[in-house]
């Protein structure tokens, strides 16, 4: 630990840790890629990041540079430890620094979430020109209530209005991670969460152990049908559109013309939920395919019901047949 901090307050450069670490950063983000995955990192705009290792401000330059040098695909800038009225200058700072390596670097921040919690208006079209993905609210928990809290936050209408119509291709708003397989959701939880994530076109990153993540977590983090939704080339961030007691309808336009639609009941018991095709802005007849069940429903007209357990969803894909 001595030789860390010596060579870098001498070199100006982040070090690995020769015990975490013991061949250095290069050499795994190559053993990385050469199974077909990418590496992403995590730094700090501040002095220190959050658990106290050196953080990039006063040299964004060189840590964006040896970023770039270790082959690191996603950096992650967190924001402890800093003056927060002096990110909308350190985070584009770091966007352009990144930028100007040359090499594509998935760029997350935390700029907006730090504004919030100290009170500040946030220009989410500034953040938008500089970061590819950002965070805007608290840190999830692996829990139910976690989860719950987060989807409460981006389903408020006025939260849309605020930052859910600026993402789009290129820049996202990212709910935080995914705790499916972890240890605190349950089945129909799980494809809650998923769900959720999927229409929000939110960056599904996994917040689990890949060496003993369980079968039925498997199925949901690999239902092809709902990954194809969120990844939509529309890139249009979906949105709460009714909400009655505990059961609530989220939807979201696809690049096809056809609705991605989830049915969220979050009440204790199961319960029948009825969707009118109006709400979604379809008219007449329309088939609907149930993604969890990977089936085709048929073809209703004006509107759709569903059984939905507690906690859990129904999610449908309904495509127009008029």
Not at 95 to 101: E, F, V
Not at 244 to 260: M, Q
Request: proline share 4%; hydrophobic share 40%.
């Amino acid at each position: 630990p001595l030789l860390v901090l010596f060579f870098f307050f001498v070199s100006d450069r982040l070090v690995a840790d020769p015990i975490r670490f013991p061949h250095g950063m290069k050499w795994l983000v190559d053993y990385v890629h050469s199974k077909g995955v990418k590496l992403g990192i995590y730094e700090d705009y501040g002095t220190h990041t959050c658990a106290g290792y050196p953080g990039s401000l006063n040299y964004i330059d060189l840590d964006a540079q040896t970023f770039a040098e270790w082959g690191v695909d996603m950096l992650k800038l967190d924001g402890c430890n800093s003056n927060v009225s002096s990110m909308d200058e350190g985070y584009p700072h770091m966007g352009n620094a990144l930028n100007k390596t040359g090499r594509p670097i998935i760029y997350s921040c935390s700029w907006p979430d730090y504004q919030r919690a100290h009170g500040m208006k946030v220009n989410y079209t500034n953040i938008a020109r500089y970061c590819n993905l950002w965070r805007n609210y608290n840190d999830i928990g692996d829990s139910w209530h976690s989860v719950s809290t987060i989807i409460d936050f981006y389903g408020d209408p006025d939260n849309y209005e605020t930052f859910g119509k600026v993402a789009g291709p290129g820049n996202w708003n990212d709910p935080d991670m995914l705790i499916i397989g972890d240890f605190s959701l349950n089945f129909d939880q799980s494809k809650s969460q998923f769900a959720i994530w999927s229409v929000l076109a939110a960056p599904l990153l996994m917040s689990n152990n890949l060496r003993n993540i369980s079968d039925q977590a498997k199925t949901v983090l690999m239902n092809k049908e709902i990954i194809a939704v969120n990844q939509d080339k529309l890139g249009v961030q979906g949105r709460r559109i009714k909400q009655a007691g505990t059961s609530e309808v989220w939807a979201k336009p696809l690049a096809d013309k056809s609705t991605a639609v989830v049915l969220f009941n979050r009440g204790a018991g199961a319960t029948k939920m009825d969707l009118s095709f109006a709400d979604v802005g379809i008219k007449g007849k329309a088939a609907v395919r149930d993604l969890y069940e990977h089936k085709d429903l048929g073809v209703f007209e004006g509107e759709f019901s569903a059984n939905v357990n507690p906690d859990g969803v129904v999610m449908v894909k309904i495509t127009p047949q008029n």
